[in-house]
T-cell receptor, first 113, second 111 residues
Framework: NAGVMQNPRHLVRRRGQEARLRCSPM?????VYWYRQLPEEGLKFMVY????????ESGMPKERFSAEFPKEGPSILRIQQVVRGDSAAYFC???????????FGPGTRLTVT | DQQVKQNSPSLSVQEGRISILNCDYT??????FLWYKKYPAEGPTFLIS?????DKNEDGRFTVFLNKSAKHLSLHIVPSQPGDSAVYFC??????????FGTGTRLKVLA
C-alpha cells in the first residue's frame, strides 16, 4: 500500500536549465496537487490536476512552469529556465476525491546554483 | 495577506504534558480544517481534521477544537511524547481542494 511517491528527492540545476519533478499518487487516487514551500514559509498551492486535465493552476507562475498528469504515468511538474528563486521544496499530494484529505509525498528539494 | 496564521513559530513542552498548538484564520468561508505533522526531509503527514459543523474532534492523543466565532482552532496533544517533536501545520479550506496552510509551529517535546 505505497503512499505518494516523488522523485527525485533532491535535484540540483544550474540557472537556465530545466527541472522535471515526478509524482505518483497513492493507489486509487486520481486527484493530484502540487505545492511549493519556500524556507520559513507554509506550503503554497500551485496546481490541481486530474487525469489528463488541469483543473486549477491559479497558484502556478504564468511563465516557465507547467504541469501535466497523463493518462498513463506520473504527474510531472516542469520548470523551464530555472532561476535561483525557484529553489524550494516541491510537494505533491493526492486525494481520493477533491474535498477529501490530501496525502503528501516526501517532496523534491530543488536547488538552483 | 495571510489568511491562516500560526503565530507561535516554536513551542517546547515537557514529555507527558499537554501540547497546545494554535491557529487563527481570517476567512469566514473556511469550513474545513486540517492539521499536518512534518518531520525534517519528509512530506507532511495528515493528523486530524474538523468540519465547521463540529467544535471538537478527537483521535487518540490528538484533539482539535474549533471556535468559529473567534476564527480560531487548536490542536491538543495529550500526553506529549518525544516522537511528537516536529513542525505542525494547520490548513483551512472551503469545501474544496484549495487549502491555505499556515507557516507552521515547531514543537519540541523534552524528555
Amino acid at each position: 500500500n505505497a503512499g505518494v511517491m516523488q522523485n527525485p528527492r533532491h535535484l540540483v540545476r544550474r540557472r537556465g536549465q530545466e527541472a522535471r519533478l515526478r509524482c505518483s499518487p497513492m493507489k486509487g487516487h486520481s486527484h493530484v496537487y502540487w505545492y511549493r514551500q519556500l524556507p520559513e514559509e507554509g506550503l503554497k498551492f500551485m496546481v490541481y490536476l486530474q487525469k489528463e486535465n488541469i483543473i486549477d493552476e491559479s497558484g502556478m507562475p504564468k511563465e516557465r512552469f507547467s504541469a501535466e498528469f497523463p493518462k498513463e504515468g506520473p504527474s510531472i511538474l516542469r520548470i523551464q529556465q530555472v532561476v535561483r528563486g525557484d529553489s524550494a521544496a516541491y510537494f505533491c499530494a493526492s486525494s481520493l476525491q477533491s474535498e477529501y484529505e490530501q496525502y503528501f509525498g516526501p517532496g523534491t528539494r530543488l536547488t538552483v546554483t | 495577506d495571510q489568511q491562516v496564521k500560526q503565530n507561535s513559530p516554536s513551542l517546547s513542552v515537557q514529555e507527558g504534558r499537554i501540547s497546545i498548538l494554535n491557529c487563527d484564520y481570517t476567512n469566514s468561508m473556511f469550513d474545513y480544517f486540517l492539521w499536518y505533522k512534518k518531520y525534517p526531509a519528509e512530506g507532511p503527514t495528515f493528523l486530524i481534521s474538523i468540519s465547521s459543523i463540529k467544535d471538537k474532534n478527537e483521535d487518540g492523543r490528538f484533539t482539535v477544537f474549533l471556535n468559529k466565532s473567534a476564527k480560531h482552532l487548536s490542536l491538543h496533544i495529550v500526553p506529549s511524547q518525544p516522537g511528537d517533536s516536529a513542525v505542525y501545520f494547520c490548513a483551512a479550506g472551503s469545501g474544496t481542494y484549495k487549502y491555505i496552510f499556515g507557516t507552521g509551529t515547531r514543537l519540541k517535546v523534552l524528555a
